[in-house]
């Protein structure tokens, strides 16, 4: 028979302080992980779902891998992806580079004014694409009269319809790409800077080594991991381009095969042509090529792969 003492002790032992702080800890971090379930877990795992599914959004009937096929042979996607790759490398690696040098700029110790030009690098990022639009539309548009078409006038060059033509298009929106993205690299990098710890630099001056070599041996080993970090984030935004073409464009941005991209080909079968289920089945394939393109990249740039064949040869 249980007595009122033991069943004293019981209750403490459930209601212990211990339990009581794991028990609050859970119900402070629950808010996000119910907000992530509701708006991102479930329309992932319906996304999935759907893709092997025909559904116009009233009737779903299992359609197996002919959403699949479907994508696969529209020359239209591989004419996505080609233009998502070749916007992602013109608007994306040139700005890699120049972010590593405007970061070695921003450091420099005599720079005046260094946090005058540290927030200004960064505006671009937090400016919204209503007002990129609008002077992006000014400098390139199809007028003689441009800004763009006046500069390739002082070199000689013919006036470009750079909303239009297949490479003007694909130029106006990587420079509005690299534009918008340069400062926010450029900040990272700077981090990365200024986490480098002087005493290396010091240690490195009395052994006789000059600031090349310090460059070379110092900074760039140590700066590796943000450069790793700002090429995945980087590949993975590539392969998501949305925003600039569409706005760059406007309402004709998904009648015209110039410019569009992946997430729009997705974005247009979905809410344009109420094809759910091809949608869905782009984003599949999308996941599968950013997972491929990151994987390469990542190993490129902390340069694995070079260090295997050397460990073959």
Known sequence: ?????????????????????????????????????????????????LAFQKWN?????????????????????????????????????????????????????????RNFFRVTIFMPYITSMVAVNLIFSVLFSNHETSLANYVLGVFGFDPVSWASSEWGTKIAISIMVFWRWVGYNTIIYLAGLQSISNDLYEAATIDGANKFQQMLYITMPMLKPFIILTVFFSTVGALQLFAEP?????????????????????????????????????????????????????????????RKKEVAK
Do not use: C, H
């Not at 009648?255 to 599949?284: H, I």
């Open 246 to 306: 569409t706005v760059f464009l406007g309402a004709s941005a998904f009648t015209r095969d110039e410019a569009m991209t992946v997430v729009m080909y997705l974005y247009r079968d979905a809410f344009k042509l109420q094809s759910f289920g091809t949608a869905s089945a782009t984003a599949v394939i999308l996941l599968f090529i950013i997972i491929i393109f990151s994987a390469i990249n990542t190993l490129v740039t902390s340069g694995k792969i070079g």
């Open 1 to 49: 028979m249980v007595t009122a003492n033991e069943k004293v002790v019981k209750k403490k032992r459930f209601l212990s302080e211990e339990k009581k702080d794991m028990i609050s800890g859970y119900l402070y971090v629950s808010p996000f992980f119910i907000i992530f379930a509701v708006i991102g877990l479930y329309p992932a795992l319906f996304s999935l779902y």
């Open 57 to 113: 959004g009233l009737s779903l009937e299992f359609a197996g891998l002919n959403n699949f096929k479907i994508v696969l042979e529209d020359p239209l996607f591989w004419k996505s992806l080609y233009n998502t790759i070749v916007i992602g490398l013109m608007g994306t690696a040139p700005q890699l580079i120049i972010g590593i040098i405007l970061a070695f700029l921003l450091n420099l110790s005599f720079l005046r004014f």
